[in-house]
């Protein structure tokens, strides 16, 4: 079956993804649906070692936004009581998202 143009104009469109990127990315796509809080606490949890902040988180997750691998959910309810903004892959099925690197107003 052959592979058709627009496909593999995607494929190549696709960014590598840095080391942080690729765990924040993980993080979201684990719990599929999130907020930068809940990043962080997985990733806290998951790679200790590499003193996750929410400076750290906003930054990879600001990346992904404008790479398209992640895009705005919508809002819950935060622990202060306000609404905070979550966060879903675009596509977390897709295995090219995983083997390679992976819009919402900030």
């Known amino acids: 079956m052959a592979v058709a143009e627009t496909s593999k104009i995607a494929y190549h469109s696709l960014k590598r ?7 924040v990315h993980e993080a979201v796509g684990e719990m599929g649906i999130a907020s930068d809080r809940d990043i962080l606490e997985y ?6 070692a ?7 988180v906003n930054g990879r ?10 895009e705005c959910h919508g809002q ?4 202060a009581g306000t609404p905070v903004k979550t966060w879903h ?3 977390p099925a897709d295995a090219k998202l995983k083997e ?3 819009d919402c107003e900030t």
């Open 61 to 70: 997750r600001n990346e992904l936004m404008k790479y398209g691998y992640i």
């Open 43 to 48: 990733l806290q949890r998951t790679y200790p």
């Open 50 to 56: 590499d003193n996750w902040e929410m400076s750290k």
């Open 17 to 23: 993804l840095g080391d942080m990127q690729a765990k």
């Open 76 to 79: 819950k309810m935060g622990r």
């Open 100 to 102: 390679m690197a992976y």
């Open 89 to 91: 892959c675009v596509s």
